[in-house]
């Protein structure tokens, strides 16, 4: 199975300063198709994940735009511009190019 | 609205099985791949089992296969989730969810906890 790394586990933020999670794979997450199925998902406490970002860099409806994806390959990265307290919770990449599809250990967003 | 329900989830022996329960609403159900995703208590996401629209391909997990039957019926707009000889680890709450593209699951339901303990 692939290997889904995310660092650092935990994450304390002060309110209005930006935030970063790396997420590494331990294949290329490029499919035959050329895409990249690495996808984030944010759960905030007591709640269900809510996917944020599809295919790296996707940004789902209502998600805000202080939240940005980037990467390729095997290295890639959730940016929060400028961190809100609606956004602790924990962050989970997760990789759907290879069965089974797979999620990082998730990364504790909390504030300072 | 899309929602997506899950029933089922109780405790149960070591052994024993169980059926889970997803009712969708709010989208064309039989248009959609769906999923079964797990969190063990306190930890992350597991991703358990999909089915495709027409319900002619079925992938699991190695740690379910064989175990696990996962189902659906388009007419009542249902996924199932059929547990045998369950163990001790398969103890997590079960989240449905709709996969939209290779795992982006973009609806996810409340989740129904499975306790698997003698």
């Known amino acids: 199975d692939v290997v889904m790394t995310q660092s650092p586990l935990s994450l304390p933020v002060t309110l209005g300063q930006p935030a970063s999670i790396s997420c590494r794979s331990s294949q290329s997450l490029v499919y035959s198709d050329g895409n990249i199925y690495l996808h984030w998902f944010q759960q905030r406490p007591g709640q269900s994940p809510r996917r944020l970002i599809y295919?790296?860099?996707n940004r789902d409806s209502g998600v805000p735009d202080r939240f940005s994806g980037s990467g390729s390959g095997t290295d890639f990265t959730l940016k929060i511009s400028r961190v809100e307290a609606e956004d602790v919770g924990v962050y989970y990449c997760?990789?759907?190019?290879?069965?089974?599809?797979?999620f990082g250990q998730g990364t504790k967003v909390e504030i300072k | 609205e899309v929602q997506l329900v899950e029933s089922g989830g109780g405790l149960v022996q070591p052994g024993g099985s169980l059926r889970l329960s997803c009712a969708a609403s709010g989208f064309t159900f039989s248009s959609y791949w769906m999923a079964w995703v797990r969190q063990a208590p306190g930890k992350g996401l597991e991703w358990v089992a999909n089915i495709k629209q027409d319900g002619s391909e079925k992938y699991y997990v190695d740690s379910v296969k064989g175990r696990f039957t996962i189902s659906r019926d388009n007419a009542k707009n249902s996924l199932y989730l059929q547990m045998n000889s369950l163990r001790a680890e398969d103890t997590a709450v079960y989240y449905c969810?709709?996969?939209?593209?290779?795992?982006?699951?973009?609806?996810w339901g409340q989740g129904t906890l499975v306790t698997v303990s003698s």
């Open positions: 997760m990789q759907g190019t290879h069965w089974p599809p797979t």
């Open positions: 295919k790296v860099s």
């Open positions: 969810a709709r996969d939209v593209l290779k795992g982006a699951c973009d609806y």
